[in-house]
Structures are given as C-alpha cells and as structure tokens.
T-cell receptor, first 111, second 115 residues
C-alpha cells in the first residue's frame, strides 16, 4: 500500500521567507503527484500537478519538483505571505486513479 | 467557474441513523470520487465512479453504499452510523475518466457529526 509522508508536520516562518515542504512516497509506480492547499474547515484546492514523466511544475510563487526514482517531491514557496497560511497536502495517484494523501504540513506565515 | 457542489454542508445524526450525502460534479465531468477526512487526519479514498459505474473501491465500510446517476451526480448512503463516522466527506470530480493527466477538483465537503 502506498504510504505518503510529509515533513515537517508544522512550520512557522516570518513573512518574506522562502520555504520548502517535503513529501516522500514508498511506491515509485505513480501516475502523478499533486499538491493541494486546505484552509481550516474548507475543501482542497489543487495547486500543482506533476506527471510521472515530469520533473517540475511552476505556478506563480510555487514550484514543485518530483524525483520519482527516489520517491520524493518538494514544494517551494517563494517570498511567503500571511495569506499562504494553510495546510499543504501532498497526494500521489497510482493504480485506480485514487489519490493517496500525506498528513500535510501546517504552515503559518507571520506578518 | 462552476465548482463541485456538495449538500448538505453540515449534518448531525444520531448513532444507528442513516445519512445521504449528495455531490454534483463540475459540468461535463464524468468521474466522481468520494473521500473521508477524519479529525486531524488525511483524506482517505472511499469509492469512485466513471460513467455511472463503480470504477475503484477504497476503504469504504460495508455500511456505506454509493452510486452515480444519469446526470452524473452521486450520492453516498451511510447506514447504521457510528461515532467514528464523524468526519468531513469530500467529493471530487474530473473529466475524461480522470487519470494521470487530470486534476481532481474537490468540493467544499459535508461535515457529518454523529452523536
């Protein structure tokens, strides 16, 4: 069974810092990896999707990389803002097209 | 842009009661997924449908059943509710049978509380 781990579980940084969130998965036979944002009590917003054949994707201040062979992905957030405060979830899609989620990194960006 | 609609948004039930959650996918999306997120937990896949047929099954209890209708909306039926069923239930939809090239778009969730 695919296991997805996210480190750190929580992170607090001052506004303006660049930061990296880590995700690892146990089975490298994935179709894609996605990063989501979840605000408290709210739904999931897709941030980036990386196909298994791709190495990275960028959207604005966000950059996600994928190293499928080592089972790792990182989400890089540049110039963090208080509005970035949320829980960030990593999810991998393998056979069956269902998503396997990590437990998330809770991010707090302080003004 | 239209998003995934879930109803109700909040639901309170007693133990052993039944509940029905509804999901209306984004127009022209043919695939629906259900996930359960317990307090402080990551979302767990329950079941998915493509073109009104079950396409994959995850950790869905036997007390739960689901179906997708001709208009592509889906319903999750939960019977003999237990305290442990209290969770946030998400529905997600995607086009083209989902798959590696498609993002799953999540609804706002239904928060179920079982007393």
């Amino acid at each position: 069974k695919q296991e997805v781990t996210q480190i750190p579980a929580a992170l607090s940084v001052p506004e303006g810092e660049n930061l990296v969130l880590n995700c690892s998965f146990t089975d490298s036979a994935i179709y894609n990896l996605q990063w989501f944002r979840q605000d408290p009590g709210k739904g999931l917003t897709s941030l980036l999707l990386i196909q298994s054949s791709q190495r990275e994707q960028t959207s604005g201040r966000l950059n996600a990389s994928l190293d499928k062979s080592s089972g790792r992905s990182t989400l890089y957030i540049a110039a963090s803002q208080p509005g970035d405060s949320a829980t960030y979830l990593c999810a991998v899609m393998d056979s069956g097209y269902a998503l396997n989620f990590g437990k998330g990194t809770s991010l707090l960006v302080t003004p | 842009a239209a998003g995934v609609i879930q109803s109700p948004r909040h639901l309170i039930k007693e133990k052993r009661e039944t509940a029905t959650l509804k999901c209306y996918p984004i127009p022209r999306h043919d695939t629906v997924y259900w996930y359960q997120q317990g307090p402080g937990q990551d979302p767990q896949f329950l079941i998915s449908f493509y073109e009104k047929m079950q396409s994959d099954k995850g950790s869905i209890p036997d007390r739960f059943s689901a179906q997708q209708f001709s208009d592509y909306h889906s319903e999750l039926n939960m019977s003999s509710l237990e305290l442990g069923d209290s969770a946030l239930y998400f529905c997600a939809s995607s086009p083209n049978r989902g798959g590696a090239w498609e993002t799953q778009y999540f609804g706002p969730g239904t928060r179920l509380l079982v007393l």
